[in-house]
Nanobody, 123 residues
């Protein structure tokens, strides 16, 4: 089995910073695209940022210049550095990853989600 485990959420005042991490563990053959999504109260889930296995990044307009997504060299850990946080950034943040697992000669691709971590920004 493969799991995504997030950490690093919490409460911070507007203008402050928080960092989130997501670790993929288990029977991993490779980790491809990874990303962060969020769901604010009463709203649908939305993309925050994504990063490919080659390190190419994509950001939602509302976080450009404030958030930074990165991956470690092994590719199994993804981080999100959130700066200049705003009240409207308050949400549950979810890690997403496309992971390939290997079972004998068979390789399976899984689209995985973490359990979510709460980020609360007080005004």
């Amino acid at each position: 089995q493969v799991h995504l485990v997030e950490s690093g959420g919490g409460t911070v005042q507007a203008g402050g910073s928080l960092g989130l991490s997501c670790v993929a563990s288990g029977n991993i053959f490779s980790v491809n695209d990874m990303g962060w999504y969020r769901r604010a109260p009463g709203k649908q889930r939305e993309l925050v940022a994504t990063i490919t296995s080659g390190g190419s990044t994509n950001y939602a307009d509302f976080v450009k210049g404030r958030f930074l997504i990165s991956r470690d060299h092994a590719g199994n850990t993804m981080n999100l550095q959130m700066n200049i946080l705003k009240f409207e950034d308050t949400a549950v943040y979810f890690c997403n990853a496309v992971v390939k697992t290997r079972n004998g000669d068979q390789i399976h691709e899984l689209d995985l989600w973490g359990q979510g971590t709460q980020v609360t920004v007080s005004s």
